[in-house]
């Protein structure tokens, strides 16, 4: 079981940056892919960032509505991942959910993440 909570949401102005959060707990996070996706009101959830269990590996894969805009990233030894997001856009405001899935490959499937954190609002003003 993997446990995950997020953090580092809030209200920011279009233009503006944020760094997302997900701290994990329970069995050992490094081998195991994370990701992000994010729901905005009335829309299904939807794929955001990933990146492979091993940092150092260099595999990510983005969105194409956040590539060069959004970098994801993990800490092992902090058992925490992250999402910088810069330039914010208000069509990027969604809550933000946090993943995991047991394996080395990475995906943009959904519904191939085992665990989910609770979500963290991200919203932008115009």
């Known amino acids: 079981q993997v446990q995950l909570v997020e953090s580092g949401g809030g209200l920011v102005q279009a233009g503006g940056s944020l760094r997302l959060s997900c701290a994990a707990s329970?069995?050992?996070?490094?081998?195991?892919?994370m990701g992000w996706f994010r729901q905005a009101p009335g829309k299904e959830r939807e794929f955001v960032a990933t990146?492979?269990?091993?940092?150092?590996?260099?595999?990510?894969s983005y969105a194409d509505s956040v590539k060069g805009r959004f970098t994801i990233s993990r800490d092992n030894a902090k058992n925490t991942v992250y999402l910088q997001m810069n330039s914010l856009k208000p069509e990027d405001t969604a809550v933000y959910y946090c993943?995991?899935?047991?394996?080395?490959?990475?995906?943009?499937?959904?519904?191939?993440?085992?665990?989910w954190g609770q979500g963290t609002q991200v919203t932008v003003s115009s």
């Open positions: 329970g069995r050992t996070f490094s081998s195991y892919a």
């Open positions: 990146i492979s269990w091993s940092a150092g590996s260099g595999l990510t």
């Open positions: 993943a995991a899935r047991a394996g080395l490959v990475i995906t943009q499937r959904r519904d191939a993440y085992d665990y």
